[in-house]
């Protein structure tokens, strides 16, 4: 891990430049969304609200309005009561000792403020960006599609459709980075005229302009399955979530790297059958009370779960991976080992490490043909090298492996089943179309695919303005 004062390498900050303009440009297609008008509200918080259509009504929420809700579900609501000061995470007083360190801490002093917490509940959110449109994936496509977000839709909507759901396969959260929700425009004391919505990591580690801001909200039981990325802090604001953390090196079982479940809960009763087994010896366990901050080093392998509702806003690196992280790799085996490679394939690839990320990406096939990501990366890798062939043929495999998951899924997800045919097809559609006639056809087909198992998987799609020969009215035309 980099410390304080350290400078990236210019290969890393020309990765880091590059996964931003890659960002940039989703974000110009999210400017199809609403104007917004500014209002003052609260004591000490200049904030900007949506304009308001003149068609809007007022919006039922489910549940409580004004709160953000506590587990709803038994293995929540007793997990937070047994273990609700329980964390493996030493203490830190800074993010920057937090960052010397090079372990995972809890930060607890002078975190949030009274006015940053108050304008994150329930009510003020909503007023002040409920007609935002925000990303938000089904956690389980986020990892396979290598922490892609597609999906756009309503803050409210969200919260409507998503966040408050008692069907399991349907859990999502707003992973959001491109919204203006965290920004100094919406967000700053009108005393100090200051940012409510603190910056620290990149200044911990001298890199401010390196820091991605993200937006999360989930809803009760939502969780990631083990993953890793470079650094990042995680304030929470609302809730509680549970951390489970490794070291890069660390082996751990295939099971805590099934992002088919998709669903915290599932994830967290698996663990707590093999909680005292040796292959769970090198995982921490970490429940993060509101008003905290996490620090996890890069590379680190973490999964979540929310213990009831949680709000949050994370600062991370988006730098790719360190020569220590591809030794780590070394150790793993299995679904791990898989994963591990599938995510260097692909950060070879934002390289230009196009033979490379070709070798490794097949290998994590070998160790697990299921494993989606690693596909892409193919497909996309040979595109570069023209290589229609092998491209068109990674494409197929990858829709198959896709397949293969679905049929597997307890419960089924038809929502992470649609979106990953989604994201081949755009492969398809975008850079393999100029390479082959086949292309199209195929893109085509996935598409009407992936509308007989979710009829309004384009909606809110930000793919479906950037599909090209497969745009959403010409398959419509052809079907007709």
Known sequence: ???????????????????????????????????????????????????????????????????????????????LERERDACAFASAPTVSSAVRGA?????????????????????????????????????????????????MTTLETFIERYLRTDDVANVSFVFDSMSDVLSDKRLKSKSSGKSLVPR???HAVDEPEAVIPVLSVGGDGAGLAMHQHDATLLTLLHGYKLWLVAAPEVAMPDFVFDS??????????????????????????????????????????????????????????????????????AATTG?????????????????????????????????????VMARFVLAESYARLKKAPEALQSM?????????????????????????????????????AELSKEAVPMGMELIREALEAVPTSLENNILSDVLGECSPDKVVRQEQ
């Open 200 to 202: 620290r990591l990149g």
């Open 1 to 79: 891990m980099r410390a304080s004062g350290a400078k990236a390498s210019n290969e890393a900050m020309r990765y880091r430049r590059m996964m931003m303009m890659m960002m940039t440009v989703i974000a110009i297609v999210g400017l199809i969304f609403g104007a917004r008008y500014s209002q003052r509200t609260g004591d000490d918080v200049v904030m900007t609200a949506d304009a308001p259509s003149e068609h809007d009504g007022p919006r039922a929420i489910i549940g409580d309005a004004n709160e953000w809700l506590p587990p709803q579900r038994e293995i929540g609501a007793r997990f």
């Open 260 to 329: 088919m479940h998709g669903y915290g809960y599932m994830l967290l009763e698996d663990a707590l059958k093999h909680r005292g087994e040796a292959s769970m010896s090198g995982v921490q366990w970490c429940v993060q009370p509101p008003n905290t901050a996490v620090y996890l080093p890069g590379h680190w392998w973490h999964a979540t779960v929310n213990l009831g509702e949680a709000v949050a806003f994370a600062e991370q690196l988006g730098g790719g991976f360190t020569p220590m992280a591809y030794e780590a790799a």
């Open 103 to 151: 372990q995972p801490r809890l930060i607890t002093k002078k975190v949030t403020t009274a006015a940053l917490r108050d304008a994150f509940t329930l009510p003020a959110l909503l007023k002040r960006s409920g007609k935002t449109s925000v990303q938000h994936a089904h956690p389980a496509y986020h990892i396979v599609a290598g922490g892609s977000v597609e999906r």
């Open 396 to 432: 197929r495999d990858a829709a198959e492996a896709v397949r293969s998951s679905s049929r597997r899924a307890t419960p089924p997800v038809p929502e992470l089943f649609a979106d990953s045919l989604l994201r081949i097809a755009y492969t398809l559609c975008v850079p393999l």
């Open 335 to 371: 679904k791990q080992r898989a994963q591990t490679l599938s995510a260097h394939a692909r950060d070879y690839m934002f390289k230009d490490k196009v033979d490379v990320a070709i070798k490794t990406a097949q290998e994590a096939i070998e160790v697990d043909p299921l494993q």
